[in-house]
C-alpha cells in the first residue's frame, strides 16, 4: 500500500500489486477513486499464443475486495491478448490496451468478458483485421476505440451484436482511413465501415474484374485471328 490522495474531492488510494503471466511476474499500480478502482499495468510483455493466461499470485489475494473495474496497459510489448481476465478481476467493465504492438483479436480474447464489458479501447496497435462474430458475446459495449491500427477487413455484420454501442472510433485504419469517423450515428458510420472494409465486397469486385479480363482476352484473339 503506498497512500491515500485528495484530487479534486475524489480520494485516490494507491496499490502496487502483483500477478503472474505463466511465471512472468508483472507490477499492477491500482489507483482507486470514489466511483472506479483502474490497475494499470507497469510492465507486461506477451509475445506467444500459448503463453498469456494471467495467474492469481497466491501472495496477493486482494484483488476481488478491492473491485478493479478498469484494467490497463499502456506502451508495453502485447502481442496477444491477455486470458483469464475476469478469473483475476470479477469486476471488470472497462479494458485499455493501448500502443502496445497487439498483433491480433479473437472471439476467444473477448468471450471472456461476457456482457459485463462496457468499454474496450485497443488504439495505436496493429490488428490486422476483425474476425466474424468477435463482438457476439459483448452486447452491452458502449465505447469501441480502433483507431490507428492495420484493419484492413471487417465482415459485414461485425458490430451488430453491441446494440448499445455509441462511441465508436475507427480513424486510421487501412480500409477506412477517414479522420472524421467518430460519427455521433454508429450506425452510419458501421455502414460506412462495412461499405469500405468487407472483404466479401473485395473478392467480389476482384472475380468481376478477372471476368472482364478474361472477355477482354478473348475479344482480342478474335480479331487476331
Known amino acids: ?12 488510494a494507491i496499490y502496487i500489486l502483483s ?4 511465471g512472468i511476474e508483472i507490477t499492477c499500480v491500482v489507483a482507486k477513486s470514489e466511483s472506479n478502482t483502474t490497475c494499470e499495468v507497469e510492465k507486461l510483455t506477451i509475445t506467444s499464443t500459448g503463453d498469456r493466461t494471467i495467474t492469481r499470485n497466491s501472495s496477493q489475494p486482494m484483488f476481488d475486495d478491492m473491485k478493479v ?20 478481476f470479477p469486476h471488470l467493465k472497462t479494458v485499455e490496451i493501448k500502443n502496445s504492438k497487439l498483433r491480433s483479436i479473437l472471439t476467444e480474447d473477448l468471450t471472456q468478458f461476457g456482457s459485463k464489458l462496457d468499454s474496450l479501447s485497443l488504439d495505436y496497435n496493429t490488428i ?3 474476425v ?6 459483448n452486447t452491452n459495449l458502449v465505447t469501441l476505440n480502433l483507431e490507428n491500427n492495420s484493419i484492413k477487413s471487417v465482415k459485414n455484420g461485425t458490430f451488430a451484436p453491441m446494440t448499445k454501442l455509441k462511441n ?4 486510421s485504419n487501412p480500409c ?4 472524421s469517423s467518430t460519427l455521433n450515428d454508429t450506425q452510419s458510420l458501421t455502414k460506412q465501415i462495412y461499405a469500405k472494409c468487407d ?27
Open 1 to 12: 500500500f503506498i497512500g491515500i490522495y485528495y484530487v479534486r474531492n475524489f480520494l485516490i
Open 19 to 22: 500477478i503472474g503471466v505463466e
Open 69 to 88: 473495474t478498469i484494467f490497463r496497459v499502456l506502451n508495453q510489448t502485447v502481442n496477444y491478448f491477455p486470458l483469464n481476465l475476469t478469473a483475476i
Open 128 to 130: 490486422p483485421s476483425l
Open 132 to 137: 466474424n462474430g468477435i463482438f457476439k458475446n
Open 168 to 171: 465508436l472510433n475507427f480513424r
Open 176 to 179: 477506412y482511413s477517414d479522420l
Open 199 to 225: 472483404g466479401s465486397s473485395i473478392t467480389r469486385s476482384t472475380v468481376l474484374t478477372g471476368l472482364f479480363a478474361v472477355w477482354i482476352l478473348s475479344v482480342v484473339k478474335k480479331l487476331v485471328n
